[in-house]
């Protein structure tokens, strides 16, 4: 292992981690919005909108990623639409991600029993409140092991974002593979690098997923 490699290009890496986590962060909370609208949208069966979101879900996890970041940057322009590359990894994201969020939270508010609903609104409970104190902190409980595989599996995606010209964690690593050789040496911070950014997020959601389940009994 030439330990003098890995100290020199270091701070490539370090940089190159930061933007991964910034397009990983903001592509993940548009995915997560996107998501709920359209667990909404299928919940509560709204017309026409339930038939759009429904061919949206199958389009989006039906094609790769590298597919509909190569339509934003190449395919766009075309048209007159120009993105940076910052803009097409953020967008391709919350893309790709919505439908998975939407299938995780869709899952978290059906686990509701439907005599539930039918209790709290004999109540005199309206429609917010039940949401509130009912199928919201329930369905969060059921929704937190979907919603964190689809957390870590969004930020796996961005290894496809050197697609794309993006200076990411993959594009650093081909690069000085390309210029050096140093195969080994590269790989091997390319790992720890992810390693280093999703596993503090696996170890927080397992803990959560934990205290919801000790909540839950």
Do not use: H
């Not at 370090?14 to 909370?29: D, N, P, Q, R, S």
């Not at 989006?60 to 395919?75: D, K, M």
């Not at 997923?209 to 009994?217: C, H, K």
Request: glycine share 6%; net charge positive.
């Amino acid at each position: 292992m030439d330990w003098s490699f890995i100290e020199k290009y270091t701070p490539m890496y370090v940089e190159a981690a930061a933007l991964t986590v910034k397009i990983g962060f903001f592509g993940i909370v548009l995915a997560v919005a996107l998501g709920l609208i359209c667990a909404l949208v299928k919940y509560f069966r709204v017309p026409a909108a339930r038939q759009i979101v429904a061919v949206y879900i199958e389009i989006s996890r039906n094609t790769p990623l590298i597919v509909q970041l190569f339509f934003l940057y190449f395919g766009l322009p075309k048209a007159g639409v120009l993105l940076s590359p910052e803009a097409c990894g953020v967008i391709g994201l919350a893309f790709l991600g919505g439908s998975y969020m939407a299938e995780s939270f869709l899952s978290g508010l059906e686990s509701v029993g439907k005599i539930q609903l039918e209790s709290a609104e004999s109540l005199g409970l309206k429609r917010w409140q039940v949401m509130r104190y009912i199928v919201i902190p329930q369905a969060a409980s059921v929704s937190v092991p979907a919603f964190a595989a689809n957390v870590i599996f969004l930020l796996k995606e961005t290894s496809v974002f050197s697609a794309v010209s993006l200076m990411d964690l993959m594009n650093v690593a081909k690069d000085l593979i390309g210029m050096s050789y140093n195969t080994n040496e590269a790989l091997t911070m390319l790992v720890v690098a992810y390693l280093i950014i999703i596993l503090p997020i696996s170890v927080v959601f397992t803990i959560l997923e934990r205290r919801l389940r000790r909540a839950g009994n």
